[in-house]
Nanobody, 125 residues
Framework: QVQLVESGGGSVQAGGSLRLSCSAS????????MGWFRQAPGKEREGVAQ???????NYTDSVKGRFTISQDKSKNTLYLQMTSLKPEDTAMYYC???????????????????WGQGTQVTVSS
């Protein structure tokens, strides 16, 4: 059973930066698709960024140029560097792993079968 643990969330002012980390219990980082998702109150869970085994990445349009997803296979850790944060980035952020995809990583939450508990990001104006 893969376990994912996120960390790095917090409260920042608009324009600030945060770096989220996701530590995996098994050697899954870099072996299949992984991604970051977020969910704001009253909204559906949204795919933020995904990365495949080759390091190819996808971003939702609203974070392009501001967020960077990366993975460190040696540390079995997934990262999300967030810069120029905006109040609309406020949400619970989740790390996810898909054992079913490794090349073309889907952005839909339903395609990921392992999830972390989430870390809260709050951006104030």
């Amino acid at each position: 059973q893969v376990q994912l643990v996120e960390s790095g969330g917090g409260s920042v002012q608009a324009g600030g930066s945060l770096r989220l980390s996701c530590s995996a219990s098994e050697n899954v980082v870099g072996n299949d698709c992984m991604g970051w998702f977020r969910q704001a109150p009253g909204k559906e869970r949204e795919g933020v960024a995904q990365i495949n085994i080759y390091g190819a990445v996808n971003y939702t349009d609203s974070v392009k140029g501001r967020f960077t997803i990366s993975q460190d296979k040696s540390k079995n850790t997934l990262y999300l560097q967030m810069t120029s944060l905006k109040p609309e980035d406020t949400a619970m952020y989740y790390c996810a792993y898909s054992s079913r995809h490794w090349n073309r990583c889907p952005s839909g939450a339903g395609e990921y079968n392992y999830w972390g508990q989430g870390t809260q990001v709050t951006v104030s104006s």
